[in-house]
Structure formats: C-alpha cells, structure tokens
C-alpha cells in the first residue's frame, strides 16, 4: 500500500456553526451529526472561535482512488499502529482514506508503517 504524507500540522476542532469553517480551504473535513459539528483542517485554517480544539495532528493519505469493495485497509492501518501504541484520527472521503497521527507520534508511525509493507515515498524528505 502506498501512502502519503501531508506536509503541514492538521487541527481537529469542534465548531458552533458551518459559518465558522471556511469550505474554501485547501484541506477542510467537516462532519455534523445531531450532536456536533466537527472540522479538521490545517492549522493555519482553523477558526479563531471554537468549541473545542486539539492541535499538533500529522496525516497519512492512502495513495489513489479506492474503490468501495475494498476491505480492511483502516483496519490494516490502524493495527499496526495500535501495536506501537500511537492513537489515530480517521477520515474517510470519497476516493480515499486519511489517518491522523500526533506529531509527536509522527516519526514513529512512518517508521512502524514502513516497516509493515507500506511505502511512503516522502518518508524521511520532512521536518516533523
């Protein structure tokens, strides 16, 4: 499986209302439910006024389009990760799959990733 990684910090946050997010933004996952109105994006896009905010998020995309049959690549992710005891933030869009790592975590998860198979091309090529 080849992944990417994104070269800049991501910020997940709770938000008031869909007027705060700015849907033009490069990066921009947005997820309303009955009970919340969450957003991630990139640290410099996050609103000044949030509900809730954690900062200091590194992401990997999962290279390509993924076709809906496909089973078990979060799952696959997400395991290796869980053995080095690095939490995850998962977003999922049409064509593909994102996991969120801490940066403090980044380092290690390329290192773990890599080590299962995955290539990552960038790995290596960034300043955490």
């Not at 933004?25 to 994006?41: H, M, N, Q, R, Y």
């Not at 869009?93 to 380092?107: C, G, P, S």
């Not at 080590?115 to 960034?126: D, F, L, Q, V």
Request: aromatic fraction near 8%; charge should be negative; charged fraction near 25%.
């Amino acid at each position: 499986m080849r992944l990417e990684t994104l070269p800049y910090d991501l910020t997940v946050c709770k938000v008031a209302s869909v007027t705060d997010i700015d849907l033009g933004a490069e990066i921009c996952f947005v997820g309303k439910t009955d009970e919340e109105l969450s957003l991630v994006c990139r640290t410099e896009d996050a609103p000044a006024h949030t509900l809730a905010r954690e900062d200091g998020w590194r992401a990997f995309r999962v290279a390509g389009v993924l076709d809906f049959s496909l089973t078990g690549i979060l799952a696959r992710l997400s395991a290796v990760l869980a053995a080095e005891k690095i939490g995850i933030f998962a977003v999922s869009t049409y064509n593909t799959d994102y996991i969120l790592v801490k940066r403090e975590d980044f380092a290690r998860a390329t290192d773990a990733l890599a080590r299962s198979g995955c290539e990552i091309p960038s790995a290596g090529k960034e300043n955490p």
